[in-house]
């Protein structure tokens, strides 16, 4: 014996990979079809990884697999060595190349990224981009769990495991039908208040800054409906059902075109910040660190 500690890698790329999709899944069944293994191989890959740590990453509850305290302090290094490694094999298979894993809340998914990611495959024609739109709590959960590799948010959500940058500003507006009465009428508070609202559901960013703007100003609120997306909001407004608050992004081609009209309240302006969401622990690859930096860029 030379007295030497072993240095040998006994982890595999392999394992980790099979680890990080159970996290997200919650089970090896979900991770086998994920990474294309068997069900059996997935599972071995994770009893040989627990072995070579020599600890538990899992809490067996029935047949759910839940992250144990070992097994939280591994995943963000995990995640973050699987997206390396296809950065690295994206070099040589072109046809290949590790997709770039975006989430975004539905103002900026909808209204602000598809811009941005068009001009990003220009400039980078090889690169794929998979984006999943959803509320912004969604987003700040698929962050944390390393579905994705980036968050585009609105709103002022904080979450102990995520960096939330400032990118840009964002205003809402009360919308209606032309056919409305208010669109033709002074619109005061009382009007504001006695009016029917359509509004985005509980959870997302819209709606929580859309309850802090109506709530605080108004005397009462009554909310009709509530939808799931900005255009079924939209389209609610359109028909006469009542009033809406969306994002000026949002309703800029309905007003545009003369489907919705924006009407001039007393309410102070409401402004917000879009952000973006990225994990504490995980090391950013190059490609998701050079399309934070183009949409950082495209407020400048």
């Known amino acids: 014996m ?37 069900q059996s191989a997935a599972s071995s890959a994770l009893a040989e990884l627990e072995t070579a740590l020599g600890v538990q990453l ?37 046809a290949h190349a590790a997709p770039l894993r975006l989430a975004a809340s539905y103002t900026v998914g909808e209204y ?3 811009d941005l990611i068009v001009q990003w495959k220009r400039l980078n024609p090889r690169g794929q981009v998979r984006l999943d739109i959803s509320n912004t709590k969604d987003v700040f959960d698929a962050v944390a769990s390393f579905a994705v590799d980036v968050g585009f948010i609105e709103g002022q959500r904080t ?36 009016a029917s609202w359509i509004l985005r559901e509980p959870g997302s960013g819209t709606r929580d800054a859309a309850d802090r703007w109506l709530i605080e100003n108004l ?36 007003v545009a075109n003369g ?20 994990h504490r622990a995980k090391q950013l690859g190059s490609a998701s660190r050079a399309f ?4 950082l860029q495209s407020v400048r």
């Open 2 to 38: 030379n007295g030497k500690t072993d240095q040998r890698v006994r982890l595999t790329l392999a394992q980790l990979e099979v680890f990080a999709a159970i996290a997200r899944g919650g089970s090896v069944r979900s991770a086998a079809g994920e990474v294309a293994r068997s």
């Open 58 to 94: 899992f809490d067996r509850v029935g047949r759910k697999l839940m992250l144990n305290e070992n097994g939280r302090a591994l995943l963000p290094r995990a995640a973050g060595l699987v997206e390396q490694a296809l950065e690295a094999e994206s070099l040589f298979k072109e």
């Open 112 to 114: 602000l990224l598809p």
């Open 159 to 194: 979450h102990p495991d995520l960096l939330v940058r400032r990118w840009r500003t964002d205003e809402l507006v009360v919308v209606a039908s032309p056919a409305h009465p208010l669109a033709a009428e002074r619109v005061t508070l009382a009007r504001l208040a006695q």
């Open 219 to 254: 005397p009462q609120l009554d909310v009709g409906l509530e939808l799931g997306s900005n255009e079924a909001v939209k389209r609610a407004v359109a028909s006469g059902l009542g009033l809406g608050c969306l994002s000026h992004h949002a309703v800029l081609d309905a």
């Open 259 to 278: 489907w919705l009209v924006e009407l001039k309240t007393p309410l102070p302006p409401m402004r917000r910040t879009l952000a973006v969401v990225v």
């Open 292 to 295: 934070v930096q183009h949409c």
